[in-house]
């Protein structure tokens, strides 16, 4: 794994969810930090949401992301 996957424990994120940021960013750990920090936009959201629910066999509330726990979608 990233050294941005790699951190979920740190930031109190669902390791599933950074690594949905990181595909929604196309592989580039600096816009995925972009992402995490500053939220993403709505293309990125629709891909991250659908990236870790699995085309919704999970709930987004299934995971975590920082201080807006399982609220962040």
């Known amino acids: 794994m990233g050294r941005f996957i790699d951190s979920a424990a740190s930031r109190e994120t669902s390791s599933e ?42 709930e987004t509330t299934d995971f975590v992301w920082g201080a807006a726990g399982p609220n962040w979608a």
């Not at 816009?31 to 629910?53: K, P, S």
């Open 17 to 58: 969810l950074m690594e949905a940021i990181l595909f929604a960013a196309g592989g580039d750990e600096a816009r995925a930090e972009a992402i995490w920090e500053n939220g993403a936009n709505d293309a990125e959201m629709v891909c991250i949401v659908e990236r870790v629910t699995r085309n919704g066999l999970f």
